[in-house]
Nanobody, 121 residues
Framework: QVQLVESGGGLVQAGGSLSLSCVAS????????MAWYRQAPGKQRELVAVATSGGTTNYADSVKGRFTISRDSAKNAVSLQMNSLKPEDTAVYYC???????????????WGQGTQVTVSS
């Protein structure tokens, strides 16, 4: 079984910072990419940032210059440093891992349970 466990999040005032962390554990052969998504009430889940196995990172336009994704491949971990937070960043943040549990198996998405980030104005 593969598990993604997130930590961090919470309540912060606008302009503040928060850090999220996620560790993937269990039977893992290879991780293609790790990412952070978020879902605000009444909205669809959206990609926030992604870090590939090749070292490439990409960000949603709304967080560029404010958020930084970092990946530790040796630890199967990914973090998200969020600075200059805005009320519109309020959402449940989900860790995502595109991985395969065994060699020869297809890569597929696994998800964490989500962690709440609330930014007050």
């Amino acid at each position: 079984q593969v598990q993604l466990v997130e930590s961090g999040g919470g309540l912060v005032q606008a302009g503040g910072s928060l850090s999220l962390s996620c560790v993937a554990s269990g039977k893992i052969d290879s991780i293609n990419a790790m990412a952070w998504y978020r879902q605000a009430p009444g909205k669809q889940r959206e990609l926030v940032a992604v870090a590939t196995s090749g070292g490439t990172t990409n960000y949603a336009d709304s967080v560029k210059g404010r958020f930084t994704i970092s990946r530790d491949s040796a630890k199967n971990a990914v973090s998200l440093q969020m600075n200059s937070l805005k009320p519109e960043d309020t959402a449940v943040y989900y860790c995502n891992g595109n991985l395969r549990p065994y060699r020869g198996f297809p890569y597929r998405d696994y998800w964490g349970q989500g962690t709440q980030v609330t930014v007050s104005s």
